[in-house]
Structure formats: structure tokens, C-alpha cells
T-cell receptor, first 113, second 113 residues
């Protein structure tokens, strides 16, 4: 079956703009989590959605938001982009949450100039 | 979040077994032990997970100490494609753990031909 699909793969934005990233989980998976990966901070958890509800949130400012649709697809939005938001954004899907394995997409490489 | 401790780096020769250790002395009774690996320019890849008993799958084996304060990921015959950063992660099952994987620095595995 198809894996986790993230679009777009690469994105270049200007400071102050906003961006929306998309994630399609593995069919049947209801939990979608988002992560930010930078060379300095490594992989950091942003938030998790399960059945259209945000159930957990990491330590990121309110400029980072997300949502999940009824088909489990998820979007992540970053408003008022800053240079420091340049990172690889990864999405992971799980059948449920907690304990079960997570499957990651290839990520979206965001560059803010 | 319960923390894990891994060596920064390890080296192996191709075709030899590799034992990657992980200490997690503050593990709680409901934490699962997960291992992921990340190859360059890719998202993390699930390797294996377990709770109390040793686990085997097509990729690796996971040996869990009886007191659960440590575990070892075993790659039975390392190949060049196994060169990656390996992360040992404790994953909870509810509340603030929903969907959350707390990545540390991981172990950089180098495989020599």
C-alpha cells in the first residue's frame, strides 16, 4: 500500500509570508503527527491529530498550526514566516497513537529567504 | 518525557553483526521502546519496537533487559545500506504522549566495506 505522501517536496518562501504543507497518511491510519527537523535542534514534535482533533502539541509558537480532515489528510500552516523556520518538515502517520509504530513521509524542505 | 542515552557513533564492518545499545533508566511501565533510523535526505524509518519481551522482525532484533532500563538493537549482518542515524525512543500511550516521539541525538552508524 502507498506510504505517507507529503507535498510539496521543496518550497521557497519570503519572510513574512505564510505557507501550507500537506500530508496524506497511509490508508486507514487515523493519527498524523508533524515534526520539524533542523541541524541545530534535531527532530522536534510539533503536534498530533487524531480523528480531526488536535490531541497533543509541542513547544512551538502559535504561528504554527494544523488541521486534519475527515479522510485523515492533514495540513500544517506556518504564518509570518521567519528565517529560522527554514527546516525539513516531516509528517508521520500511525494506525492509532501511542505504542504503535509511526511511518514517516519524505518531508517538505522549506527555505525562508 | 523519559530520556534515552545512546553512544554518539559506532562503526561496523559489512556482513558483521552490530549491537546498538540504549539506556533508559527512567522508563515507565507503559512506555514502549521504539527504534527508528534515518538515512541521509530521508524521513525516519521505523525499525522495531517492543514493550517487555525480545522482538524480531525482518530488519532487526530488539533485546530488552529484564528490568527494562536498557535495550539493544541488533542488526544481524550489517550492509552499507544500514549506515544511518539510529534513534532509540520511548513512546508513551496516552495524554501528553499522544503521537509524540521524542528524538534524541541518536547513534551515527558507519559501515565499512
Amino acid at each position: 500500500k502507498a506510504g505517507v505522501t507529503q507535498t510539496p517536496r521543496y518550497l521557497i518562501k519570503t519572510r513574512g509570508q505564510q505557507v501550507t504543507l500537506s500530508c496524506s497518511p497511509i490508508s486507514g491510519h487515523r493519527s498524523v503527527s508533524w515534526y520539524q527537523q533542523t541541524p541545530g535542534q534535531g527532530l522536534q514534535f510539533l503536534f498530533e491529530y487524531f480523528s480531526e482533533t488536535q490531541r497533543n502539541k509541542g513547544n512551538f509558537p502559535g504561528r504554527f498550526s494544523g488541521r486534519q480532515f475527515s479522510n485523515s489528510r492533514s495540513e500544517m500552516n506556518v504564518s509570518t514566516l521567519e528565517l529560522g523556520d527554514s527546516a525539513l518538515y516531516l509528517c508521520a502517520s500511525s494506525l492509532f497513537s501511542g505504542g504503535t509504530e509511526a511511518f514517516f513521509g519524505q518531508g517538505t524542505r522549506l527555505t525562508v529567504v | 518525557d523519559a530520556k534515552t542515552t545512546q553512544p554518539n557513533s559506532m562503526e561496523s564492518n559489512e556482513e558483521e553483526p552490530v549491537h546498538l545499545p540504549c539506556n533508559h533508566s527512567t522508563i515507565s511501565g507503559t512506555d514502549y521502546i521504539h527504534w527508528y533510523r534515518q538515512l541521509p535526505s530521508q524521513g525516519p524509518e521505523y525499525v522495531i519496537h517492543g514493550l517487555t519481551s525480545n522482538v524480531n522482525n525482518r530488519m532487526a532484533s530488539l533485546a530488552i533487559a529484564e528490568d527494562r532500563k536498557s535495550s539493544t538493537l541488533i542488526l544481524h549482518r550489517a550492509t552499507l545500506r544500514d549506515a544511518a542515524v539510529y534513534y532509540c525512543i520511548l513512546r508513551g500511550t496516552g495524554g501528553t504522549s499522544y503521537g509524540k516521539l521524542t528524538f534524541g541525538q541518536g547513534t551515527i552508524l558507519t559501515v565499512h566495506p
